[in-house]
């Protein structure tokens, strides 16, 4: 497939802002129970929600490039009973206001706690608001993995290995932002946001490594044989019907050598895994904000890189019929 | 329910493109159009086309043999653009199982052309809706039309009668007669997306003879040991006309 940059940027990007609020959610939940110390409300939380909606929002603004006709976009709500774009279309501003919501609670600390859970755990709007949100967060990265691994005929993709990844990586570069904006901040969660960065990109390393690995060993179920219905083990396309490309050459192809591929792939798995595990830990040692700030920056390249190895990996049946030009 | 459809005969088609330019020279100016082109004479022309046709060398030089092979949308019965589509502006007939896109609704998205395994969609690089064969929805019920040209437009293009039009839910149909009798196949059958089109193999006449069949047995010049295995001498059948 043709890795195209807006869907690059929207996967990428509203993973981090997804993964950065179920960080900060975590955060609160774990103050709640007295594990980390109570944060300030605006400072930290609104803060951190307003770069978790700004992600969401430049992810949104980014998904807009892909479509031909941007200003029918409001359209694509309207199938959720069967496409799960539609459905990615719907929970992504459900997602993006509860954020909001989360954020305008915190800042103006309406954080009273409304009743008070045996255990003397005072619950107030933001968990209950942050709760809501976290399901979201999980509802969006079922619904922007499994449009790829819906589609049966992209044998790469038609993976549960897809949805899962999707969800570690954005969750780890979610938490990793929040490891550096906290240490931005000079607050003492670096560790805390890091080493959930840390569990969260070793266990995404293994489900994209297994994937990889799963797509090495892949077998096409289609061939030109069952392309064309001619049952020869020598068949070579002579002409295409077209000699200056089409839009079957454009969208279904990367156009670029094995060399390419290998590099994004060594790209990738240095940048988005050790790179940033390294840097956490240092960051985590030296109480250096630059380092954890790297550490974010550095794993969101790799994931650019991920990204685009992710689609032209994959092999759509329909390239069988555009072998040769002529 | 009926179900329209092709049914593209391999065996006579001749790789002429006459069914592309028809096609494309009826849906340009039609409902469906306009079928935008760019750089039309240029170095790198490219366009939008419901239908081409492409070209196959099976075996090894000296057996080989070139299949010339139309392809357009196939009609899916369980078309899986259709349900991946956010808008509903993919959609099925119900009445006919023609597979159609609604323009207006229609966000470019391209998620449907990746749910096709065929390639049979195409965005229009100007108009930038999807676009892909109508079979003629626009021409198939014109009453003012004679009614021997409600047919799509490439079946009448067609100079060797390769494409055939009709119902293949009705079991008598010229279709169904066709796929039944002459060995219809589907394309990629194993994604279970029971394509309506069908495609006719190439077909050879060839005839066995046997070694008694090309001898008379009944020679009666055999009777008299008069025939011998001396293949230059004239025979009965040679010289009478019985």
Redesign the interface.
Known sequence: ?HPALSVILLTTLIGVGQGLFLALYTGQVYSLIQLIPMQESQRFYANGAAVSLAFLIAGLIASFF?????E??W?????WR?????RE?IVLPIMMALVFTYAVIHYFGWTQPLFTLPGDMPIDASLIVGALGTLAAFALFLSTGM?YA?????QEWASPLTVINYTLLGGASGFTLAAAFSAYLGLDLVGFFGWWAVVLTLAAAVTRISSLIRNRRLKH??N?Q?????R?N???????????????TR??FHHRGPGAMAFMRLAFLILVFPVPIALLASAWFSHSEYLALAAFAVQYIGLLAERWYFFADAQ????L??QTVS | MSQLALVIDLNVCVGC?AC?TSCKEWNTNGWAGPMTDQ?PYG???????FN?????????YPNTE??H?P?SCLHCEEP?CV???????SYKRKEDGIVLVDYD???????C???????A???D?E???MKKCTLCVDRIYDEKLPERERRPACVLACPTNARLFGDVHDPDSTVSVAIREQGG???????GTKPANH?L??RKTRITLHKDELERVDNPLKKEGLAKADDSRQTLDDTTSW
């Open positions: 497939m892909h479509l031909g006709r941007p029918r976009a359209r694509s709500a309207t199938r069967t496409s799960w774009l539609s279309v449009i819906s589609i049966r005929f992209l179920k289609s030109l069952t392309a064309i219905g001619v020869h020598r068949i070579q396309q002579k002409a295409q019907g077209a000699m200056g490309g089409s839009f079957n969208e279904f759509h049946p329909q390239n019929y555009y | 493109h592309v750089n170095e790198s022309p490219s366009g939008t086309f081409r046709v492409q070209t196959f060398e099976i075996g090894q070139t299949v092979f392809k899986p349900p991946v589509c956010p808008t509903g502006a609704k229609c966000i470019g998205c391209k998620y052309s990746w749910a096709c395994p065929y390639g969609r195409e965005l690089a108009q930038k809706v196949y589907a394309l990629m059958p194993e994604w495609y193999p190439r």
